[in-house]
């Protein structure tokens, strides 16, 4: 009898050691999809909100990439203006490379500084237009 209990008590702790690892994994899961699910939210939100041919803010541009990202971007801050890029690659280019900084306006041909730009979600993809003003970009949609 002896002989069989220790199996016995070895298996019972295997059994509940098993059930125990898997009451947490299932737990973390659903803590993962409760944390997940808002920021997937508004992500969606985000880009329902920007259809082509919306204004865009700044901060979810990166300036480099020119592209509408969805989400806040990072801060790069270059002689008291803000820009904002994606990843560390793009911050360095904003903060090196003033060609990263300005954009052309489709409509006036005129360089302008992307902090100050009327940004304009061009395609589906994410391509964003940087114009002078709200004015010059509703005269490129009427030329176009």
Known sequence: MKKLVKPLVLLLLVTFSFI???SK???NKEK???LLTPQKETIQKAQQEYQVGARVPNDLVC????AYMGKPQIQVPVNGKTYYG????CVGKLNND??????????????VDKTEAYIVLMKKEGEV???EAEEN???YKESH
């Open 20 to 22: 125990a690892c898997n």
């Open 25 to 27: 994994t299932k737990q």
């Open 32 to 34: 993962e999809t409760a």
């Open 63 to 66: 300036m480099v990439n020119n």
């Open 86 to 89: 994606c990843c560390q690659m």
């Open 98 to 111: 003033e060609t990263a900084r300005t954009g052309i306006d489709p409509y006036s041909n005129k360089e």
């Open 129 to 131: 237009a940087y114009f």
């Open 137 to 139: 970009y509703n005269k």
